[in-house]
Nanobody
């Protein structure tokens, strides 16, 4: 059974950095994508970033381009999201999700972690 386990959330001041990790297990195929979504209170869940295990191609939302980077450690089956120059508007619960490609919508992804809280103070 596919399991996604997140870590690395916390409280940080504006301008600071955090690294989120998504540990994956149970995938029975190599061609999959790990995506990061975030959801702030009262807001819809939005896609932040994706990385393809097979091709290494990446996606970033306009709101985080130039500030966030994503990488995959194939040996550890872990995806990392490095978040720099954090802003208060980055405050949200961050989720990792997995499926075949980097879909646009939440409901297209079959596998989800439980989320980790990121809070950026001003």
């Amino acid at each position: 059974e596919v399991q996604l386990v997140e870590s690395g959330g916390g409280l940080v001041q504006a301008g600071g950095s955090l690294r989120l990790s998504c540990s994956t297990s149970g995938f029975t195929f190599d061609d999959y994508t790990i995506a990061w979504f975030r959801q702030a209170p009262g807001k819809e869940r939005e896609r932040v970033s994706c990385i393809s295990k097979s091709s290494g191609s990446t996606y970033f939302a306009d709101s985080v381009k130039g500030r966030f980077t994503i990488s995959i450690d194939n040996a550890k089956n872990t995806v990392n999201l490095q978040m720099n120059s954090l802003k208060p508007e980055d405050t949200a619960v961050y989720y990792c999700a997995g499926d075949r490609i980097c879909f646009n919508t939440v409901r297209a992804f079959n596998y989800w972690g439980r989320g980790t809280q990121v809070t950026v103070s001003s």
